[in-house]
């Protein structure tokens, strides 16, 4: 059974930088697609960003040009590099993955993460 565990929330200043990261196991993390969601709280879960196991990525328009995913395939990991944080950055940051489709549509994902707090400041 695969298992995800984010890890590198917390709490920062508009402007500031943080790194996400997810540790998989239970599963062949080479050939899995992975990605990031997010939620603020009474709020739908939003798309982040994704990575194939072929390491293509992509990203949602609020994010593009400060956000950045990549996969480390021999520490069986997944990062999300945030530059540049904005205030409505501000949500529970979840980790997934697929081993089918890449990531994108929620109600396709079946493996999620328990979520890390990221809280920016103004």
């Known amino acids: 059974q695969v298992n995800l565990v984010e890890s590198g929330g917390g709490l920062v200043q508009a402007g500031d930088s943080l790194r996400l990261s997810c540790a998989v196991s239970?599963?062949?993390?080479?050939?899995?697609?992975m990605g990031w969601w997010r939620q603020v709280p009474g709020n739908e879960r939003e798309y982040v960003a994704a990575?194939?196991?072929?390491?293509?990525?992509t990203y949602s328009d609020s994010v593009k040009g400060r956000f950045t995913i990549s996969r480390d395939n021999a520490r069986n990991t997944v990062d999300l590099q945030m530059n540049n944080l904005k205030p409505e950055d501000t949500a529970i940051y979840y980790c997934?993955?697929?081993?089918?489709?890449?990531?994108?549509?929620?109600?396709?994902?079946?493996?999620w993460g328990q979520g890390t707090q990221v809280t920016v400041s103004s």
């Open positions: 239970g599963g062949a993390f080479s050939r899995l697609h």
């Open positions: 997934v993955a697929d081993p089918k489709i890449l990531p994108v549509v929620k109600t396709m994902i079946n493996l």
């Open positions: 990575v194939s196991w072929t390491d293509k990525s």
